[in-house]
T-cell receptor
Framework: DAMVIQNPRYQVTQFGKPVTLSCSQT?????MYWYQQKSSQAPKLLFH???????NEADTPDNFQSRRPNTSFCFLDIRSPGLGDAAMYLC????????????FGPGTRLLVL | GESVGLHLPTLSVQEGDNSIINCAYS??????FIWYKQESGKGPQFIID?????DKRQGQRVTVLLNKTVKHLSLQIAATQPGDSAVYFC???????????FGQGTRLTINP
């Protein structure tokens, strides 16, 4: 009965080779988030969708893009991964956003060779 | 800018003792606070939350205390068990923000 599902759990890519990470949810939540988390650090918000409205964080590099084709799915595209992009990528959802619990998926560990 | 921070990056306790993890926040407009537990290689797991109209909230073996006067949040874990070993994050939000601000995290280790 997983609520926030991320695929794959582990992803290996080559330097500069585009990669897409997937997130799906069964909660029918309006808001979906993508975070980057590096070792021993707090999750860092990259962007989020409120329904179809995309909200980018000011310091998110252009190399990171996102798509939300429907309520259930959200994708993170890394156009040209660098070694510094190796991290855990977390997807989260919440019902309305502000003042609400966010539910996280298990994460995708990205390795860049 | 506004931030949420923790006093201690690591905490080591004896199995069976109580653990207290602290968090300071600076945004006086924040009215919603969450504690997450993150085990190695996993996503953050919701533990407990509290709104600013409350000072204390209890769950199963966990209690969150909120002191708005000094902008301080704490998580108390009773009778700490080996399975409680993890990194604990506090996070804050407010109505209309659509996002959380995370603290730096505290690693809790349990000594047998």
């Amino acid at each position: 009965d997983a609520m926030v599902i991320q695929n794959p759990r582990y992803q290996v890519t080559q330097f500069g080779k585009p990669v897409t990470l997937s997130c799906s949810q069964t909660l029918n939540h309006n808001v979906m988030y993508w975070y980057q988390q590096k070792s021993s650090q707090a999750p860092k918000l990259l962007f989020h969708y409120y329904d179809k409205d995309f909200n980018n964080e000011a310091d998110t590099p252009d190399n990171f893009q996102s798509r939300r084709p429907n309520t259930s799915f959200c994708f993170l595209d890394i156009r040209s991964p660098g070694l510094g992009d190796a991290a855990m990528y977390l997807c989260a959802t919440s019902s309305r956003g502000g003042g609400e619990t966010q539910y996280f998926g298990p994460g995708t560990r990205l390795l860049v060779l | 800018g506004e931030s949420v921070g923790l006093h201690l990056p690591t905490l080591s306790v004896q199995e069976g003792d109580n653990s207290i993890i602290n968090c300071a926040y600076s945004n006086s407009a924040s009215d919603y606070f969450i504690w997450y537990k993150q085990e190695s290689g996993k996503g953050p797991q919701f533990i407990i939350d509290i709104r600013s109209n409350m000072d204390k909230r209890q769950g199963q073996r966990v209690t969150v205390l909120l002191n708005k006067t000094v902008k301080h949040l704490s998580l108390q874990i009773a009778a700490t068990q080996p399975g409680d070993s993890a990194v604990y994050f506090c996070a804050e939000s407010f109505q209309g923000a659509q996002k959380l601000v995370f603290g730096q995290g505290t690693r809790l280790t349990i000594n047998p």
